[in-house]
Every structure is written in structure tokens, then in C-alpha cells.
């Protein structure tokens, strides 16, 4: 055993206060040795935290990026996808205001996976990535980024693994009890009369050790209701046209809406820790969260070029450099007045235990069983109004728009009230989703001439998801008396995971459709109004605004499924099974070269995947109805992931670590089910086929990568480092849209009930193939003002910048964007804490990126996504650290999220003229106590 040498990485430790049980194997004495030689400073509060971070990213084999929480729920941030965020080379999405999809060096949140404890976590959405803002931040003690893994790691992504970690009671040594409560308000108020612009968030937590520290809890119960407002403009798109020989385009359309969202959140965290005695390691932890988020949407769709108005020639404005209309007037123009809400209620839970046991003093033995689950209902209602039901029906409007400058979407100019409820009533104009399926009902219009109701006055999605994994892992670690490998362990696991969808969606029928106005409409009852919603923003002022909820559950509407003459719904309806088996064995370098230590570790990882799928083929028959067949497959694949991790100490301070790694990222369940839709039509397709089949694949298999990463590291200061690396990946395979053909022959034609004569039908689905290269650098560095004089002591900053480049090409050799990458982002972060004081703020930067964003019943879309910069500030004071000991224990906070007010801004198309979405969400404020006990 090498002899241990004091250095800066042992005060690092002992400032930080969590190091002296991570090096006492090594030479404890030698520690307390070097206590006394040197006066420690211990920090606490965010600096702590800071310190903390520094040491896991030090310490760690692998190349990592951490946050660590100087207590159980004071993580930086209300968000652990904020938190994350700040770390170099990784950014996020927001959706609804807040950050909630996670993205690694470029590559989206469904190419990484995501652990809670080492193992791996269920999703609410219809891929593998996680959505964040399932999780409380408040009860997690860290979050470790790993951007190379080693053959131990239990999951497996090209992008890297996100490790949430619970606390570990016995790591505390101490009795916590403590409350946190904050208190939380938009600077919007309420854009909708019945929504909520307040919420309140609370944590309790105790940790605990008993009989001389053999056994300890940790028990966090936490709640909140979260408000959210926003003001979105978004588009239908826009449609071009040439005229002289100039190509221009124009707004189809327009859907315009002000959203409250209240997310409540109640979540409970137990962890049993037990070391009874020095062979036998036992921890046990459970998390539940219990997820319903509440979304009120008013606004009003203007149809424009896709409308029934016609355009005023002498109102229309052009830029001359795109060809883009930028105003307009359109004249006898009809809207559809919404009114529409959406309920999301998801329940998780997660246990796992942990069991270590040394055999002997070379040997240890350890058992891992887990088991996650969650249930996820949407259920997204619309509701329709406007002057009249159907089809140039009731009195129209003159509408004209005026885009702003700045990519903020569009301002109107119309002439109707649209806040009158003796004017706007309940039912479907425009006559959307015509469809005869709906019923057999007739009516009189103003002419008493008959018409039949083919008419939806609104729609329901109530999509449901599962989703479950079961594991289990069995390892071993020996220790070597070698010069060169100090350990071999390997290990065995097995995985079940199996996640479901059933999509369905109900058109809405006003029951009663002839009233005695002659609109066909419904006035709204006096005890479902609550009045009117703002559209000043848009410049369409005030509109109705009622319970439709309320008048959906007091049965004003009929329901019809859709998926009895829609075959999407069976498309989008599905079951995906997998059994992941892996070994892996692994040695653990730590070694001498020149002088220098090396550590590190190499190993192999085997991963064999059984997948299971099952759906259906769907079709329509001679009267309208689907026809459901049954649809099941079985696919197979394995790979072997090498990896390697070396870091070489310089010296005391200076560090060199490479990594590399081959990964593999495992295709969407979306994508690879078994459900298709076949369709056959009257016309030929541009291939001469009358057959096509749209669906998933059953057949895809993982994306493909390897990836190195070479980083220099400079711990100068225990509250201090800077690193420079570059990083390279090498993407081997990839998944794209594709079109094929395959052969029919036999299948009926369920229209006809007879086999067609061509049997060649076009098929649309994912493959796997193409390639390329993705390759980029990141910078980081954590400063303490203390370096440049003693009286800034206590000042700092924390700062990361990340290029990235990439030259990929789809299986058609085509040039292809990957999803979530932003050539540039950014992180900063100055603070302050001292005598009680704490202040940080802090920005997120990210250039333009490819997202996915939710479309029509909840499928994801792609579209362009402008880049954005994102200020949060943060005000805290702790009375105890200012020496007030009678408040000894109580701190104080403000956070201001998005300081500057930045919008979520996407295009349709390449013109930036061309706003898909527009949305503010203003600015959030955030009053919060915590006492510790």
C-alpha cells in the first residue's frame, strides 16, 4: 500500500467536512495529523455545497459533473432540472415555464439515462427520458452527472447517466430535524379568473442514528402547489404562395391563449440504514410522489389565410427580403372561442435495497433489488364557442394582424366583442371534425331547411401511461496486492421494464343542438360563468370565460370515442416489454507512473435485450369503424460496451483524466411497438402503391456510439478548480424516419372485403443507419475571491462554457440535426455568503436548438427553438451563521426566477419572421424559512 502523502486533496476534505470517512482506510492518523498542522476554516451554507461538488467531480473514477445540498431540501435551486442546468456542458428545456427535460453535451434527454440511488427510473411521457419535474428537489441530497461510465454503472446511455441520490443518515452524524416552507407568486397575477398566481411549498425531514450509529433513518414528507402563467402566442403555420414569380408566405392561422397551471406535488422519502457490524452494510429507501398538475387554457383560434374571410389587398404589408406577409386585414372572418382545461395526475413509486457484506478482508459481497412504477391519466379538454355553429353560421368579424419586431408573434385588430356571453355561446363553428360517426341527429337552421349534425363543439384526449421496471444485481469486489490493479469486482443484473400506452380521445356533442336563436349554439348557464380572461397581449381583449369542466361532469355534452372511425388511436395504443440481462467485470486501477499516481478503472460490460411487443393492425372498414387485429413480435440484441477511465495526478493540485467508452442509447417505446395503421386508397401513391402502413418497429435497435474525452484539472483552492477538456463522439448508428415497401399479398381490404389487386404497399416507419461524428470542448471554473484579498472573502463565482460541433448524416446520406443540441451553452454564477449573508445569481445560455414540443394528442413534434438566457437570483440570510444564537438555526430566502423575463420562442420553418410559439412566463418570486432544529 503507498504511503499517504498530505496534500491540498486532504484540506479539501477537511474544509468541506465530508471527507475523513473517505480516506480513513487510507491513513486516518495522517489526517488528523495534518488538522493540526493548519487552521481549518470550515464553510457551510452554498459554499459548503460548492466545496462538496468540487470533491465528487475530484475524486470520481469517471468523468463527472455534480451538486451536492449542504441539507436535505436546500439543493441551489427549487428545480432539480435547474440545478442540473448549471453544470458544464449540460443545459435544459422548459416546458411550461419550467426547466424539464435535460440535455448532456448536445444529445436529448432520451439518449441518457436517468438513476434515483444507482437504479434506473421509470418515465411519465411515452419515451425513456425523464421528465424532472416529477421530482421534489427538496428531498434529494445530490445529483452526480456521469459523462463516461465504467462497466459498473447500471444503466447504460450515449449522452451519460443522471444519478439523483437520497441521503444516507449514517453519513450525517448527527440528529436533523428541520422545516422548510416557501412561499410562491407570478408577476402575472391571475391571467385566468379561476386559477391560482400563489402556492405554497413545505418540507419536513428528520435523520436520525441509533445504538452507537449502527442503525439510522432519514423521512422527508414534502408538499406544494406551484402556480404557473403564461401568455403564448402560437401559429397554425404558414402557408406560401407565388405571385409574378416571387415566392411569399402568409398566416394560415393563429392560436393564441393565456395558461395558469397549478402543479401539486406531494411526496414522501424513508431511508433505513443499517451497519450493525463491520462486515454487513444494509440501506433501504423508498420514494413516493403523488403529481397532479392542473392547466386552465383561454383563448381564441383566428383563422387567416386558412379562414373563411377574404384577404383586403390593400392592407397587406410584405418584407420584401422573405417574401413574408407581416399584416393584414382579413374581412367576414369567423374564431373559435376555447375554453379548455387540462388535468395530468401521475403516481410514482420506487424501493430499492442495498445490501454489502464482507466476506472477508479481501472480499465483498453485494445485493441490489429495486422496483419502480407509474401510472400517468391526461385527460385535455376543449371546448368550443363562437356566433354561430358551423359553417359561415352567426355574425363574422373583420380581423386584421400586424407582426411585432423581436420574433413576439402578432397583434389584431377585430371589431366583435368577444367578451359578451349574449353574442359568444357554446358550440363547434367552422364545423371541425365533420364527421357522420357522431350522430344521426337533425336540426333546423334559420330556414328551417334540415342539416345534419356533423359537428364536434369540443374534444377530450385522455391518454394513460405505465410504466415498470423490476431488477435485480448481484456483484463482488476483491482486493489485489498489486502495484497496478488494487480490485477486481464483477457483477450479474436482470431487468424487467415493461411500459404501456392507451391513447383514446371523445369528440363533444352538445346534446340539445336546435336551440331557438337559430345559431345552433348553447348560451352559457349563469352558474358555470366566472366572467372573462384578458387578451390584451394579443390585442382581442376580453373573452368569455366558464366552467366546461363543470358543464362536461353535469352531462350538458354527449361523448363519442374517436377511435371507433380513427385509427390513430390504435397507433398510439401499445405495450413494450424488455428483459435486460448484463454482466460486467471490472479492474480498478491505482498504480504509480513516473512518480505520479494513476487511478482509474477498465472493464466490460455484456447487455442482452429481449423485447416484447404487442398492438395492433388497424383499418377501416366499408361503414366508417376500425378493425383491430392483433399485433405481436419478439426481437432480440446484445452488445459489448468496453470502457475505460484514467486520471493521472501531476501533482497535488494538477490532474490529466481520459476516458473512453463505447455506449449504446435504446430506441423510444414510442417508436419500436408493434402497432400499425394500413390504409388503403383509391389513388396511387407517388411509388404506384394503393397500401400504406404507418406505425412503429418492432425491429430497432440501440443507437451506437464511442466516445473518448481527454480533461486537464487544476484543484488549486479547496473552494477552487478550473478544468479545459475536449470530448469526442463517434456515432456509429442512428435512428430516422424512413419509407420502404412491403408485401400485402392476402390481406383484405377492409372497405371492399376483398384482397386488392396490388398488394405492394408504401411503408413509413423508424430504421436504424446513418452516422457521424459529434465532437466539442468545455471550460469550467470556480473561483473564490478570497485568492485576490482577504476582504473578499466570501465572494466567488462559478462559470462553464461548452462548443459543440457535430457532422451527422441520416441512412440516406442526408445532413441531419440532433435533437437538444446547442452549438453553444453557457453557465454563470456569482455569489456571496459570509456572516450569515447569502446572495447568488446565477444564468443559463444556451444557442438555438432542434426540441420536441407536445402536438395534436399529445405526439411530440420537432421544431426550431430559439436560444435563450435565463437569470435567477437569490437573497438568503442564516441567523445563526451571524452569530444571533437566540435565531440559531433559522434562515431566510428570496429567489426571483427568470430575472429578465425571457421567452420560449420556436419557428415554423427557417424564417425567423415565421413564430410558431411565443411565450412568456414572466418572472416568479419565491419567499422561503427554513429552521433547523
Known amino acids: 500500500m503507498s504511503t499517504f502523502k498530505p496534500s491540498m486533496l486532504t484540506l479539501a476534505l477537511v474544509t468541506a467536512g465530508v471527507g475523513n470517512y473517505a480516506i480513513a482506510a487510507e491513513n486516518e492518523e495522517s489526517v488528523k495529523s495534518e488538522q493540526k498542522k493548519v487552521e481549518v476554516v470550515e464553510v457551510r451554507g452554498f ?44 443545459t435544459s428545456q422548459r416546458l411550461d415555464g ?8 448536445g444529445f436529448s434527454e432520451n439518449e441518457g439515462a436517468t438513476t434515483l440511488n444507482g437504479r434506473e427510473q421509470v418515465s411519465i411521457n411515452d419515451n425513456r427520458g425523464v421528465e424532472f419535474d416529477l421530482y421534489p428537489s427538496e428531498i434529494m441530497s445530490g445529483v452526480t452527472v456521469y459523462k463516461t461510465p465504467s462497466a459498473s454503472l447500471e444503466a447504460e446511455g450515449i449522452a451519460g447517466v443522471i444519478d439523483m441520490q437520497t441521503v444516507r443518515p449514517l453519513s450525517m452524524g448527527e440528529r436533523v430535524v428541520q422545516v422548510n416552507a416557501l412561499y410562491e407568486k407570478s408577476d402575472l397575477g391571475k391571467l385566468n379568473p379561476d386559477a391560482d398566481d400563489a402556492g405554497l411549498r413545505g418540507t419536513f425531514s428528520y435523520i436520525d442514528q441509533f445504538a452507537d450509529d449502527k442503525f439510522g433513518i432519514a423521512f422527508a414528507l414534502t408538499t406544494s402547489s406551484s402556480p404557473n402563467q403564461e401568455k ?65 387554457l383561454r383563448g381564441i383560434e383566428i383563422p387567416f389565410a386558412w379562414g373563411q374571410g377574404t384577404i383586403n389587398p390593400q392592407s397587406v404589408s410584405v418584407d420584401e427580403a422573405t417574401g413574408f406577409i407581416t399584416s393584414a386585414t382579413t374581412e367576414g372572418q369567423r374564431v373559435v372561442v376555447r375554453n379548455d382545461y387540462e388535468s395530468k395526475e401521475a403516481e410514482m413509486q420506487a424501493f430499492g435495497l442495498n445490501a454489502t457484506y464482507e466476506l472477508s478482508d479481501t472480499t465483498t459481497l453485494e445485493l441490489d433489488i429495486s422496483h419502480s412504477n407509474v401510472e400517468n391519466k391526461i385527460w385535455s379538454l376543449e371546448s368550443y364557442s363562437g356566433t354561430g355553429r358551423g359553417d359561415s353560421r352567426g355574425a363574422a368579424d373583420n380581423i386584421g394582424y400586424t407582426f411585432n419586431s423581436g420574433n413576439t408573434g402578432a397583434q389584431f385588430t377585430h371589431e366583435l366583442d368577444y367578451s359578451d356571453f ?19 341527429k337533425y336540426g333546423t337552421n334559420s330556414d328551417d331547411h334540415p342539416f345534419k349534425n356533423t359537428l364536434q363543439d369540443g374534444f377530450i384526449n385522455a391518454p394513460v401511461l405505465e410504466d415498470e421496471i423490476n431488477s435485480l444485481k448481484l456483484a463482488a469486489k476483491h482486493a489485489l496486492e498489486s502495484d497496478f490493479i488494487s480490485s477486481v469486482e464483477a457483477g450479474v443484473s436482470y431487468k424487467e421494464r415493461e411500459k404501456s400506452k392507451v391513447s383514446e380521445g371523445y369528440f363533444m356533442t352538445l346534446k340539445d343542438f336546435s336551440f331557438p336563436d337559430n345559431t345552433g349554439l348553447l348560451e352559457v348557464p349563469e352558474q358555470y360563468r366566472l366572467g372573462t380572461a384578458n387578451l390584451d397581449f394579443i390585442g382581442m381583449g376580453n373573452m368569455i370565460a366558464y366552467d366546461s369542466r363543470a358543464m362536461v361532469a353535469d352531462g350538458y355534452f354527449s361523448l363519442l370515442a374517436e377511435s371507433l372511425t380513427d385509427t390513430s388511436h390504435a397507433a398510439r395504443t401499445w405495450s413494450v416489454s424488455e428483459e435486460v440481462t448484463a454482466a460486467f467485470v471490472q479492474a480498478n486501477i491505482d498504480a504509480e507512473v513516473a512518480d505520479m499516481p494513476l487511478k482509474g478503472n477498465f472493464g466490460l460490460r455484456y447487455v442482452k435485450t429481449d423485447v416484447s411487443t404487442k398492438g395492433a393492425k388497424a383499418g377501416v372498414s366499408d361503414s366508417g369503424q376500425v378493425v383491430l387485429e392483433d399485433s405481436s413480435e419478439n426481437h432480440d440484441y446484445s452488445h459489448l460496451l468496453p470502457s475505460l477511465n484514467l486520471s493521472l495526478s501531476i501533482d497535488d493540485e494538477q490532474m490529466l483524466r481520459f476516458g473512453y467508452a463505447k455506449t449504446i442509447s435504446r ?22 402503391n394503393n397500401w ?34 475536449v470530448f469526442y463522439k463517434d456515432l456509429k448508428t442512428w435512428i430516422f424516419d424512413s419509407v420502404t415497401e412491403e408485401d400485402l399479398s392476402g390481406v383484405i381490404n377492409p372497405k371492399t372485403g376483398e384482397v386488392p389487386a396490388n398488394p405492394t404497399a408504401t411503408r413509413k416507419l423508424k430504421v436504424n443507419g446513418g452516422g457521424g461524428n459529434l465532437w466539442g470542448y468545455e471550460a469550467a471554473v470556480t473561483f473564490p475571491f478570497s485568492l485576490i484579498h482577504d476582504s473578499l472573502e466570501g465572494f466567488g463565482i462559478i462559470a462553464s462554457h461548452t462548443r459543440i460541433h457535430q457532422d451527422v448524416e441520416d441512412h440516406n446520406g442526408n445532413e441531419y440535426e440532433l435533437p437538444g443540441l446547442s452549438e453553444k451553452v453557457q453557465n454563470l454564477t456569482f455569489f456571496y455568503e459570509n456572516h450569515g449573508f447569502q446572495f447568488r445569481t446565477s444564468m443559463r445560455k444556451r444557442s438555438d436548438f432542434k426540441g420536441e414540443v407536445y ?42 426566477q427568470n430575472l429578465t423575463e425571457e421567452p420560449f420562442t420556436s419557428l415554423s420553418g427557417d424564417n425567423a419572421l415565421q413564430i410558431r410559439d411565443y411565450q412568456d412566463y414572466g418572472r416568479v418570486f419565491l419567499l422561503g424559512a427554513s429552521y433547523k432544529f
Not at 439543493?75 to 432539480?80: C, K
Open 692 to 725: 400504406e402502413i404507418t406505425g412503429g418497429n418492432p425491429k430497432l435497435e440501440p443507437k451506437e456510439a464511442d466516445g473518448f474525452d481527454l480533461t486537464y484539472e487544476n484543484y488549486y483552492h479547496t473552494e477552487g478548480y478550473f478544468s479545459a477538456g
Open 98 to 105: 419550467r426547466s424539464n427535460k435535460v440535455t448532456v453535451r
Open 667 to 688: 430506441p423510444k417505446m414510442s417508436d419500436m411497438n408493434s402497432s400499425v395503421v394500413r390504409t388503403y386508397k383509391d389513388t396511387p401513391d407517388d411509388n404506384g
Open 47 to 90: 459554499r459548503a455545497s460548492v466545496v462538496k461538488s468540487i470533491n465528487t467531480k475530484r475524486f470520481s473514477s469517471e468523468v463527472v459533473e455534480s451538486i451536492s445540498a449542504e441539507d436535505i431540501g436546500k439543493l441551489p435551486d427549487s428545480s432539480i432540472a435547474e440545478s442540473i442546468a448549471r453544470l458544464p456542458g449540460i
Open 232 to 296: 403564448r402566442w402560437n401559429s397554425w403555420g404558414y402557408p406560401e404562395f407565388e405571385e409574378n414569380g416571387k415566392q411569399y408566405s402568409v398566416l394560415g392561422g393563429a392560436k393564441p391563449f393565456v395558461r395558469s397551471t397549478t402543479l401539486e406535488r406531494d411526496s414522501a422519502m424513508f431511508v433505513f440504514e443499517a451497519a450493525p457490524n463491520d462486515k454487513l452494510s444494509l440501506v433501504f429507501d423508498a420514494l413516493y410522489i403523488d403529481f397532479k398538475e392542473d392547466k386552465i
Open 855 to 896: 402536438g395534436t394528442g399529445f405526439k411530440t413534434e420537432q421544431v426550431d427553438i430559439l436560444g435563450e438566457t435565463i437569470w435567477d437570483a437569490q437573497l438568503g440570510y442564516d441567523f445563526g451563521e451571524a452569530g444571533i444564537k437566540s435565531l440559531e438555526g433559522l434562515t431566510l430566502s428570496l429567489q426571483v
Open 422 to 440: 349574449n353574442l359568444i355561446k357554446i358550440g363547434g363553428p367552422l364545423s371541425w371534425g365533420a364527421s357522420s360517426a357522431l350522430n344521426d
